[in-house]
């Protein structure tokens, strides 16, 4: 069983910066593809991006803006959140799904293990 701790969010002003963790224990990450999404009150949870051994992908909404990445234990996902907007504000969920075990690895339903989430607002 996979336990992901997700941490890192916070208050920030609209073009601030902020890095969000995963730490993974009870599996082997490089057996996984790790993600990361987000849910806004009162919407539906949305996929913000996902690494696995075919790379990285974003939704377009982040792209140029968010950058996913694995440490070299392969044990703590990151994402890091630049110019950050308003819309942005959202707890944010990291997650992962046995690597090819998925569709859609920016889809909340393929994913197998979730954190817990760590909330981010973004004040204009």
């Known amino acids: 069983q996979v336990q992901l701790v997700d941490a890192g969010g916070g208050l920030v002003q609209a073009g601030g910066s902020l890095r969000l963790s995963c730490t993974a224990s009870?599996?082997?990450?490089?057996?996984?593809?790790l993600a990361w999404f987000r849910q806004a009150p009162g919407k539906e949870r949305e996929g913000v991006s996902c690494?696995?051994?075919?790379?990285?992908e974003y939704a377009e909404s982040v792209k140029d803006r968010f950058t996913i990445s694995l440490d070299n234990a392969q044990t703590t996902a990151f994402l890091q959140m630049n110019n950050l907007k308003p819309d942005d504000t959202a707890t944010y969920y990291c997650?992962?799904?046995?690597?090819?075990?998925?569709?859609?690895?920016?889809?909340?339903?393929?994913?197998?293990?979730w954190g817990k989430g760590t909330p981010v607002t973004v004040s204009s």
């Open positions: 997650a992962a799904v046995v690597e090819g075990d998925y569709n859609d690895c920016l889809r909340p339903y393929d994913m197998d293990y």
């Open positions: 690494l696995s051994t075919s790379g990285a």
């Open positions: 009870g599996g082997t990450s490089n057996n996984f593809a």
